[in-house]
């Protein structure tokens, strides 16, 4: 890779920030751009950035030959579409976006000649948001996900592999574009839609006062950024509604269990959920 220890930012919140925090602990010089001044202004008193912009932006763009863009799927795109003019040959750059398919294809079509687009998504985040939260310990128990299309080079998934395993992430796997998203679907945005529907199905004031710690976990990712996850639900709803349609089969399955007063029909479905949540602790 041409400069492979230079990268641009492009958003620096939670994720931005903590891929800049990460990226310069590994010896990368990363800039940044943002539009909020409160984040440029802080990652730069605490080393996290070399140099950062909230406008007049252009240079750091232009020099840039790696980009890590940390923004919502369709302001992703938008700025794309604004600045594309801005990416010089020989750019190779790189997401988090939480969805695929309405991404990489808008965003291949459109890049001038000579520059790349190689989509990747960390599945990693907090319940937080902000630089000021940049936390890169979250990467180290994460899975990164590779997205690469029939446009991708082997210096654009040489990119993308350096990123994760400078990140420190657990485990780096490749996926197509719809693959990506119907495992999203369900590992992802079925399990905050079922957090979230908790949350909401009591109107409870008192509910703290009570609970466990099985409610706590379940429910850690209620707290939920409503912007962000509205707008990945929306652009994912086809495979989104599958997966809420099977699992509301299968609760309505161990339902059926309770109604026949069936005790060994729902001891078979907790060995199976026993055995098949096993496969997570495997170190």
């Known amino acids: 890779m041409n400069n ?16 800049a925090m990460g990226l310069t602990k590994a010896g990368w010089q990363v ?7 409160y984040a440029i202004a802080y990652a730069k008193e605490r080393g996290i950035i070399v140099q950062g ?10 020099n840039a030959k790696r980009i890590v863009f940390a923004l919502y799927p369709t302001a992703f795109v938008e700025w794309v579409k604004q600045y594309k003019h801005l990416f010089q040959q020989g750019l190779i750059f790189t997401d988090v976006s939480g969805v695929k398919a309405g991404v990489v294809e808008s965003i291949q079509e459109m890049l001038p000649q000579g520059v790349e687009f190689i989509a990747s998504h960390p599945m990693a985040g907090r319940e937080v948001s902000g630089v000021q939260n940049a936390n890169t310990e979250m990467f180290r128990p994460a899975n990164f996900i590779i997205t ?4 991708n080079t082997p210096s654009g998934l040489a990119f993308a592999q350096v990123v994760a395993e ?3 992430f657990a485990r780096i796997c490749s996926l197509s574009v719809q693959e990506h998203d ?39 990712i209620a707290r939920i950024n409503e912007t962000m996850w509205s ?4 652009e994912n709803r086809e ?21 026949d007063n069936d005790r060994e029909s729902l001891q078979e479905m907790f060995c199976t959920s026993t055995q098949r949540r096993s496969a997570f602790d495997k170190k």
């Open 231 to 234: 707008e990945l639900f929306l």
């Open 239 to 259: 495979y989104l509604m599958e997966e809420i349609d099977a699992f509301t089969d299968t609760l309505q399955r161990l339902k059926g269990y309770l109604v």
């Open 53 to 62: 912009a909230t406008q007049k932006f252009e240079s750091l763009v232009q």
């Open 31 to 37: 800039n940044a751009i943002d539009v909020d001044e």
């Open 148 to 151: 690469p299309t029939e446009k």
């Open 166 to 168: 400078d990140l420190g």
């Open 182 to 220: 119907k495992m999203i679907g369900y590992v992802s945005q079925l399990t905050h839609a079922i957090a979230v529907s908790l949350m909401c199905a009591s109107d409870r004031t008192d509910l703290a006062c009570y609970t466990g710690d099985s409610f706590r976990d379940l429910t850690r």
């Open 4 to 19: 492979p220890k230079q990268v641009l930012i492009v958003g620096l919140g939670l994720l931005g920030g903590s891929y």
